[in-house]
C-alpha cells in the first residue's frame, strides 16, 4: 500500500537528521501511532519511542516509567541529553515549558547540537504554535494537514482489529476499504473513529452499507465550520431540463477527470463558471455534476464568508479554500460569486478576494473540480471569465420553447403524475420567457388545487395556473435584458439556441 502523506511528511523530516520537531496539532493520539510507525517502519533498527506529559512524566512504548522523577521539564532534558541511544521523544504540550522557562529554551538549544546526526528525536506536539525566537532555526515546524485516504484506511483496519480484540464481531469487506475511507475524508482521526464506531453500531459490517452513516458523519462534522458545507443531494443530469451543450461538455470533462492522475495539469479540467439568469437550473446542474462525476458536494456559502463571523472575508475564504483541500477529491460549489462583490466593503478587499482565488484556482489540488455559480457575472471582474481560468464559462438563458416542455415533463414525473397524457405543447405557448423555476411552481400549482378538489390533474389545472404567475422576465425585464446582452458575446450558451418556427 501506498504510504500515507503525514508519514512522509515525518519520514523526511527524519531522514534530515533535525532533531527538534514541532507539529502543531491537538491529535497526539494520531501523532503517537505515527510515530510509531515510522520509528518501527523506517529504520534498522527501529527507534525506542518514549513519550512525555507533565502529569505521566516520561513513559517507554509499554507505558511503563521510564524513569522516575522526570516530570520536571529540566530533567527531563538531562535525561535526554545523556540518553545513549537512538530514539524518539515525544514531548506533549511542551510549549508551555518552552514558554515560561528560558534555561528550557537554553537547554534546548544544546540538545540541538547534541542530538544532531544521532537519531535522537524531540518531538513536541501541541494544539498551540509557540516557537521561541531564539529557537526559531533550531526547530522544524510540521503541519500534518487532515489524514489522506491511506492513512484512513490503516485506521479502518486498525479499528476493527481493536473492536474484534475486545470481542464484538465486526468485519470489514476489503473490497470496500478505499470508498470507506473516501468516505471519512475531511474528518480528523478521532472524529473518522466515532464515525466509524456509530456506523458499526448500525451494522456490523464496513462495506457499501456503511457508507452513507459515514457520510452523514462527516456532513456533520464538516457543517460545524459554517463555512463549508456538505450538500448530500442525489440530483442527476435526468433532472435537468435542456442545457444539452453543459450537459455534453460535462460528460466530457468527467471522463478527463477521472484519469486526471495521468493527464498532464493543462488538460485535467479545472472546473466551470456558470452564470445566468436566476432559476434556469445553475444550482440544479451543479448538484448534478457532483453525482455525474461520482463525487462528494461541498457548497461554500459567500454569505456565510462576508458575515463576519470567521474573521475577515479573506480569511475566512482562504480557510474554506484550505478545508477543501483536505476533503478532496471533491466538487467545490461557489455559490453566488458575486456576494464577494456586493458585500465587499472595499474594491480593496474584493481585488484581494478575487486574486486569492483565481491563484488558488490554479495551485489546487487535482482532485477537486470547481464550480462556480453566478447571477449577475456583470459584477464580477474581467479577470475571473478570461480564458483560462475556468476551463469554460456558461451562460444559462431562459429555457427554449423545447426546453421547457422537458422541464413540465420532469416535474409532473417527479411528482407520480405521467406526462404523456397532457398537451405540453399547448403550455409552452403559454410560458414564454419563463425560467425553469416558474414552470415548476406551475406544476406545483396546479397539483394543489387538483389535490384540494381530490381528483386528478387536468391540463386545465396547468393552464389556469399559468394565468397566477408572473415571469421574473416580466417583472425585471431590463435587468433580464442586461444580462442576456452582456453573457451574448462572453460565454458559451449552456443551451442550443431557440429554433424560430
Ligand atoms: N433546467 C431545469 N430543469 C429542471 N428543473 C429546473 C430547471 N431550471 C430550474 N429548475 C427548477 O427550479 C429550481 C430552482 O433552480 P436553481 O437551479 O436553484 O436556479 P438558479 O439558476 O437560480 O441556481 C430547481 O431546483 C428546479 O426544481
Ligand atoms: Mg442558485
Not at 545513549?84 to 537554553?106: M, S, Y
Not at 547534541?114 to 510540521?142: H, M, Y
Not at 477521472?258 to 488538460?267: F, N, P
Amino acid at each position: 500500500m501506498k504510504q500515507s502523506r503525514a508519514i512522509e511528511t515525518l519520514q523526511d523530516a527524519f531522514e534530515s537528521g533535525r532533531p527538534l520537531i514541532y507539529i502543531h496539532s491537538a491529535e497526539e493520539h494520531r501523532i503517537d501511532r505515527l510515530l510509531r510507525t515510522v520509528a518501527f517502519g523506517c529504520f534498522e533498527p527501529p527507534l525506542t519511542v518514549f513519550e512525555w506529559a507533565l502529569t505521566t512524566g516520561l513513559r517507554d512504548a509499554a507505558g511503563s516509567s521510564a524513569a522516575a522523577g522526570l516530570h520536571e521539564p529540566r530533567k527531563l532534558l538531562d535525561f535526554i541529553a545523556e540518553y545513549p541511544g537512538a530514539a524518539v521523544f515525544h514531548l506533549k504540550d511542551f510549549h508551555e515549558p518552552l514558554r515560561e522557562d528560558p534555561a528550557v529554551r537554553r537547554r534546548l538549544r544544546d540538545l540541538y547540537e547534541l542530538c544532531f546526526d544521532r537519531k535522537k528525536f524531540l518531538v513536541i506536539t501541541s494544539a498551540v504554535q509557540f516557537i521561541p525566537e531564539e529557537l526559531a532555526r533550531n526547530i522544524l515546524l510540521l503541519e500534518l494537514g487532515l489524514p489522506d485516504a491511506e492513512e484512513l484506511q490503516s485506521l479502518l483496519r486498525d479499528e476493527t482489529a481493536i473492536l474484534r480484540q475486545l470481542g464484538q464481531p465486526v468485519e470489514l469487506d476489503d473490497h470496500y476499504l478505499l470508498p470507506l475511507a473516501r468516505a471519512l475524508q475531511g474528518l480528523t482521526i478521532d472524529e473518522a473513529r466515532h464515525a466509524i464506531r456509530r456506523a458499526l453500531a448500525h451494522h456490523r459490517m464496513l462495506g457499501s452499507e456503511a457508507i452513507p452513516a459515514l457520510l452523514e458523519e462527516k456532513r456533520l462534522v464538516v457543517n460545524r465550520t459554517g463555512l463549508v458545507q456538505y450538500v448530500a443531494d442525489g440530483t442527476t443530469l435526468d433532472y435537468v431540463g435542456g442545457l444539452e451543450i453543459l450537459k455534453q461538455w460535462l460528460l466530457e470533462r468527467r471522463k478527463l477527470f477521472q484519469m486526471r492522475d495521468q493527464l498532464s495539469a493543462d488538460i485535467v479540467p479545472k472546473g466551470v463558471l456558470i452564470m445566468g439568469i436566476s432559476g434556469c437550473g445553475k444550482s440544479l446542474s451543479v448538484k448534478a455534476i457532483a453525482s455525474t462525476f461520482e463525487l462528494p458536494l461541498y457548497r461554500i456559502d459567500m454569505t456565510e464568508i462576508f458575515s463576519g463571523r470567521h474573521g475577515p472575508p479573506e480569511t475566512a475564504f482562504a480557510q474554506a479554500c484550505k478545508i477543501l483541500e483536505q476533503i478532496s477529491p471533491a466538487v467545490c460549489w461557489f455559490d453566488e460569486l458575486e456576494m464577494a462583490v456586493t458585500s465587499s466593503e472595499s474594491s480593496g478587499e474584493q481585488g484581494r478576494m478575487f486574486a486569492f482565488f483565481l491563484t488558488w484556482m490554479q495551485e489546487k489540488t487535482r482532485g477537486l473540480f470547481v464550480a462556480a455559480t453566478a447571477n449577475r457575472i456583470d459584477l464580477l471582474p474581467a479577470e475571473m471569465i478570461r480564458k483560462g481560468r475556468f476551463d469554460e464559462v456558461f451562460f444559462v438563458d431562459l429555457p427554449t420553447d423545447d426546453e421547457r416542455v422537458e422541464i413540465f415533463r420532469i416535474h409532473l414525473q417527479r411528482r407520480g403524475v405521467d406526462p404523456s397524457k397532457f398537451d405540453l405543447e399547448r403550455l409552452k405557448r403559454f410560458t414564454k420567457g419563463w425560467t425553469g423555476a416558474e414552470c415548476e411552481q406551475c406544476v406545483v400549482s396546479a397539483l394543489t388545487t387538483a389535490k384540494l378538489e381530490e381528483r386528478a390533474l387536468t391540463d386545465d389545472d396547468l393552464l389556469n395556473a399559468t394565468a397566477t404567475i408572473v415571469p421574473l422576465s416580466k417583472t425585471m425585464k431590463e435587468q433580464v435584458d442586461h444580462i442576456r446582452e452582456w453573457a451574448f458575446e462572453r460565454a458559451v450558451r449552456a443551451s442550443p439556441r431557440e429554433v424560430v418556427r
